[in-house]
Nanobody
């Protein structure tokens, strides 16, 4: 399984960005895709996830109401729409895949596959 994330960039505070992640290879009929981020000098943290079953979602409290995770089943893609961005959202964003998962977990150890990351920079 390969994951390719894209869509990062530089945006002003209050702006929006849409990240995309394409999954290819041997994906199962049931999996979870998640977004995590890592800011300089900080540990990686959970952002959002979406499960294939019923498209159930899960969000970190810090992004709830501003970020929306969605998926395109036919294209095996997941998106992260980020609105009202803040400087503290600056980080490298990683998409990830839990091949056998059924629930949109916040636990990074459950995700076996990871993309290369895309940098999001929010200026104040």
């Amino acid at each position: 399984v390969q994951l390719q994330a894209s869509g990062g960039g530089l945006v002003q505070s209050g702006g929006s960005l849409r990240l995309s992640c394409a999954a290819s290879g041997r994906t199962s009929s049931s999996y979870v895709m998640g977004w995590f981020r890592q800011a300089p000098g900080k540990e990686r943290e959970f952002v959002a996830a979406i499960a294939r079953s019923f498209d159930s979602t899960n969000y970190a409290d810090s992004v709830k109401g501003r970020f929306t995770v969605s998926r395109d089943r036919a294209k095996n893609m997941v998106f992260l729409q980020m609105n009202n961005l803040k400087p503290e959202d600056t980080a490298i964003y990683y998409c990830s895949l839990d091949l056998s998962g059924r629930y949109a977990s916040r636990d990074s150890y459950k995700y076996e596959y990871w993309g290369q990351g895309t940098l999001v920079t929010v200026s104040s």
